[in-house]
Structures are given as C-alpha cells and as structure tokens.
C-alpha cells in the first residue's frame, strides 16, 4: 500500500487530537474529541471548520476555456457569469457520472474542485478532452467554514465577503493572506470555502479556530451533515452506473444545453441522457427516505416492497442527529418513488419499514440575499 499523503493541516489535526483514517489516499480526521454527533450538532447550531484539502484544485487556461469545457460537462457554463460558481457532472459516453464537481468563472479562466478520489482521473479527463488548454493543478490548501455562525465569525475578518450570496466567488485578503472564497458548502448550512496557499493554511486555520463559535469538524460529520442536506456522495450515490436523470440531477443539465436549447447537447452521453429527460424513460430513481425508531439503515441495505419484491438498495444512511430519526438516500424502482410510499430495508435479517421522502431532510440555510 503507498504511503497516505498530508494535507497542510495534518500536523494541527494530530495536536487537536484528532481520530486519523485513510480517506482517498490520504490521512484525515474522521472526528475529534468532541464526537461525530456533537460536531454535527454544533456545525448546525454555531459554526465548524472542516479540512478539504484533499480535493482536487484545477485552472484551465485558454482560448474560450467555457465552451471547451462544455464538451465534457452538460452545465451551462458558457452562461456562467464571472465571480460565480456552478455545479457540474463529467459524464461518460454511456450516460453515467464520471465526477461532479464545482466550477468558477474567474475571468480569463476557469477554477474547478474536482473530488479526491476522483482527482487522477478527472485531470487525465481534461488532458484529453481540452487539448488546447493548459490544465493547471495547484497545491492550495482548501478549507471549509459551515454553520449558521459562519457569516458572523466571517464578518470578523473579511467582511466583503459576506456580502457575496450562495454560489458567488471572489478573491480577498484575510489576516494578511490571499484567499479565494466561493459561498458555498457541503452541509445544507451558510457557509465559505477557502482556497489558500499550503504554506498558509495552517494559519488561517488557527486564526478561525480563535473565534469562539468555531469547531475543528471531522469527516463523520461531515458525511451525516451532508446526508441531511441530500447532497450527492460520488461512488456512493451517484456512478459510472447512474445517469444524472436517475440521480435527480436534472437541474445540473443547463438549459442551453438540453434540446431545443442553443447549444443542445455536445457532451459525453448526451442522446441517452437528453433522451431520458424528454421522456423520462428511467427505471429507478434517487430518494430520500426516513426509518422508523434509532436503528440505522446502511448503505448496501437491499429495499422491499410490502409483497417483498426487490425495488432497489440504500446508497448512503445513518442516523440523522438534527433530524432525530435515521435517514438515508437509496435508487428504487420508478414505481416505488412517490413521497410517501413504504418501503422495507432489510437489515441483518429484519425488514424495516422506511418512508420515501423529500429532500433535503433539514432546511437549507443558503443565503441567498
């Protein structure tokens, strides 16, 4: 096995005394002392600090870098106005997800977050793809601050920052560093995330943790954060096996580029994928669903309907602190999607009745202005 890579930050987060684990090749926190449970109940009452260091930060320079680009993605990124971000997918020929992924039109180029597992990948995707286009891969520290407090500790350093709304980006200085800071998040809740310069990160880093609402926030907590919020885990809810139509991704295909739009199709799996969003001719589909008791269901646990045909299986679940039940995402068949339907989660023998539902399972707390 190769040696786990550091983050800027790994030295900080043993002082913290944080639980270290193997996460995409590298060694991260999956929770501090505080706990996953109470780093999730804090994240969503005050404010956490969370290490994603281990994404992938790319620039693409070139000659109109947004129309190259919409060759790999169906975003509307041509549209995409300078200084805000935008949720993408790279697709496949065959109509699945190879990565999703964040862009930013910062101008005379783009600015992508690309996934950690993903990452390798993702940028020999782009080698080929954009062929008259550098594919710039910087070493920069990324940080993640999430919370309803999250605007008031910003306001304390950078308040121009706060004046951005969800989804915009800007470039400022805090504490004599150079940060790039997108509104935006992992959690359902207000929030920023920091690309800084490794040499610096660790820095900003204390300098967040001063302020009194913020808590260093692990990778459990993370993951149930963003369970609650129904937000998308690649290789886990969403695949090379899953279209965006499937995944209820619908929103990530801009309308430009859909049929009849200005620049319909011109992406990898575009007649499948277009074909499945006129027609909707998909057999299975993405939903929430909430357990009954405390007993979790699990990715993997297979769904049943009441006369124990098999509908689908669970692709991310746990217990849901801020919503006090167990939650989970999963794919079951088109018949079986309706909010409000009964579903059985077989888990260690017993079939647990779960309720297809809504998502996100809390309310987002986006500031939109």
Not at 345 to 367: C, I, N
Request: net charge negative; charged share 25%.
């Amino acid at each position: 096995m190769s040696e786990l890579k550091h983050t800027p930050l790994h030295d900080l987060h043993v002082e913290l005394g944080a639980k270290m684990v193997p996460f995409a090749g590298y060694d991260m926190p999956v929770q501090y002392p505080l706990g996953v449970k109470r780093e999730h109940e804090h994240t969503r009452r005050a404010c956490g600090l969370f290490d994603v260091s281990h994404m992938g930060q790319i620039l693409l320079h070139g000659p109109r870098p947004a129309e190259a680009l919409e060759t790999l993605v169906p975003a509307d990124i041509v549209g995409l106005p300078e200084g805000m971000q935008r949720y993408a997918l790279f697709t496949a020929e065959e109509g699945g997800i190879l990565d999703d992924l964040m862009v930013v039109n910062a101008g005379d180029h783009l600015y992508l977050v690309v996934n950690a597992a993903c990452r390798e990948q993702d940028i020999a995707h782009l080698h080929r793809g954009m062929l008259d286009h550098e594919v710039e891969v910087v070493d920069r520290g990324l940080l993640a601050l999430q919370g309803p407090a999250a605007a008031d500790v910003m306001q304390r350093l950078c308040p121009q920052a706060c004046e951005m709304v969800f989804m915009q980006h800007g470039r400022f200085i805090i504490e004599g560093i150079e940060v790039w800071v997108s509104r935006s998040g992992y959690t359902g809740e207000d929030g920023f995330e920091m690309s800084v310069a490794a040499d610096d990160t660790e820095n900003l880093a204390r300098r967040l943790l001063a302020e009194e609402d913020v808590e260093a926030i692990g990778l459990g907590a993370r993951d149930s954060l963003r369970l609650e919020a129904g937000l998308c885990l690649y290789g886990h809810d969403i695949d090379t096996q899953t279209t965006p139509v499937e995944a209820g991704l619908i929103w990530a295909i801009g309308k430009p580029r859909r049929r009849g739009g200005d620049r319909a199709g011109g992406f990898p799996g575009a007649d499948l994928i277009l074909h499945q969003v006129e027609s909707k001719d998909h057999r299975r589909k993405r939903v929430g669903l909430l357990g009954e008791g405390r007993a979790p269901v699990r990715e993997g646990a297979e769904l049943y309907d009441t006369e124990g045909k098999y509908l689908g299986r669970v692709t991310s679940g746990g217990f849901g602190p801020s919503v006090g039940q167990p939650v989970a995402m999963g794919y079951v068949a088109i018949e079986a999607s309706e909010v409000g339907t009964t579903v059985y989660a077989e888990v260690r023998g017993k079939r647990l009745p779960m309720t297809v539902s809504k998502m996100p399972f809390v309310t987002p707390g986006y500031y939109r202005g």
